[in-house]
Structure formats: C-alpha cells, structure tokens
Antibody
Framework: EVQLVESGGDLVLRGGSLRLSCGAS????????MSWVRRAPGKGLEWVAN????????YFGDSVKGRFTISRDNAKNSLYLEMNNLRVEDTAIYYC????????????WGQGTLVTISS | DIQLTQSPSFLSASVRDRVTITCRAS??????LAWYQQEPGKAPRLLVY???TLQSGVPSRFSGSGSGTEFTLTISRLQPEDSATYYC?????????FGGGTKVEIK
C-alpha cells in the first residue's frame, strides 16, 4: 500500500525557517516525480513545488520561488521541503504528493502537516 | 499562468440529485485536467484525470468531460458521502494551478 507520511510542521515566527520531511513507502520512490501542495486555512489547494526522480530538475510556484527548496533522498525514500523567510501567508497544511508516472497530476497524497507562521 | 475558474463555488443538493461542476481554463489545455475531492479533515483524493478517465476505485457515479477551455465534473446520483470540496487542476504547463474549489453540501 502506498503511504506518504509528512512530519516537521510547527509554529514558527515570521521570517523564520522550517524543514518538512516526507517518508514514502509501498512504491518505488525513485521512479516518481514528487510534489508538495498546500492548503491555507479557508482557502483552496495551491501547488508549491515538484522534483524530478533524480532530483536534477525542479519547479516552484511563484509565491514560494526563491524562498523554498525541494530535495529528496532516494536511498531513504524521503522528500523534503526547506522553507526560509517564512511569511504569515505560508500558514497551511502541507501535503506530500506523488505525481502520476509520466504525467503531471497527483495520484497519492499524504495526510499533511500543519505549518503555522505567527507575526 | 493558466487560471482555472470553477463554478459554482457552493452548491446544495439532495441525495440522488445529478450535480455538475464546471471548470474553465484561461487558455486551451486540451484534456490536461484532473479533478480531486477533499472531504473535511482529510487529504485530497484523485477522482478523474486527463479530463475524463476515472481513477481506479472511484465510484462510477462520478464522470468528467470536456476539452480545450471548458470541463465538467458530474455526480450522477449524489450520495451523503459526496459532501466535500471539489477542485480541478490543470496539468498542461507549469506553474500547475488549481481551481478555487466547489463545496458540495447535502440538503
């Protein structure tokens, strides 16, 4: 069974940093692009970032570009999101998501981890 | 960036009603569209991809259609467990974008 388990969510002051982790199991992690998607309170889903199977290519949403970094460790079946210069509007549940093979939709989602940025 | 506009943003319907949600793209995206369901307190779940292909395990009362700039998600006979928010997402190009969501309430 495919499982994605996020961790690392916390309460952080504005301007601070945080690193999210996601442990994957039940599938061949190194064969898939992976993604982070978030949902802010009272708002809709927002795509954050994608990373290629070997980590050699990545893409970011405009609102996080230059502040967030996505990375992965295929030996540990883990995905990461390094978040810097955090803003109040980054407050959200962050989901670790598997990108469907050969496509750009999201076929498996973790349960999410809550990030709260206070001013 | 490709903008997706969903309508309505909220709808209330009765069990066994037929429900249709529309998603309009700001430019043509062929069939590069997916639909997700998010129940309260749960993670989103993929329902439909490439506009009309039902994801494995999704009940057949869900269906998707459309191409170019206009897409629809239809629930043929609404069930109580369908109370959720539904999102469309374009997979045509980066940045990937979602529609604003449609909250479906059961009367």
């Amino acid at each position: 069974e495919v499982q994605l388990v996020e961790s690392g969510g916390d309460l952080v002051l504005r301007g601070g940093s945080l690193r999210l982790s996601c442990g994957a199991s039940g599938f061949s992690f190194s064969n898939y692009w992976m993604s982070w998607v978030r949902r802010a309170p009272g708002k809709g889903l927002e795509w954050v970032a994608n990373i290629k199977q070997d980590g050699g290519e990545n893409y970011f949403g405009d609102s996080v570009k230059g502040r967030f970094t996505i990375s992965r460790d295929n030996a540990k079946n883990s995905l990461y999101l390094e978040m810097n210069n955090l803003r109040v509007e980054d407050t959200a549940i962050y989901y670790c998501v598997r990108v469907a093979y050969g496509d750009l939709f999201f076929d498996r989602w973790g349960q999410g981890t809550l990030v709260t940025i206070s001013s | 960036d490709i903008q997706l506009t969903q309508s309505p943003s909220f709808l209330s319907a009765s069990v066994r009603d037929r429900v249709t949600i529309t998603c309009r793209a700001s430019q043509g995206i062929s069939n590069f569209l997916a639909w997700y369901q998010q129940e309260p307190g749960k993670a989103p779940r993929l329902l439909v991809y490439r506009a009309s292909t039902l994801q494995s395990g999704v009940p057949s009362r869900f269906s998707g259609s459309g191409s170019g700039t206009e897409f629809t998600l239809t629930i043929s006979r609404l069930q109580p467990e369908d109370s959720a928010t539904y999102y469309c997402q374009q997979l045509n190009s980066y940045p990937l974008t979602f529609g604003g969501g449609t909250k479906v309430e059961i009367k």
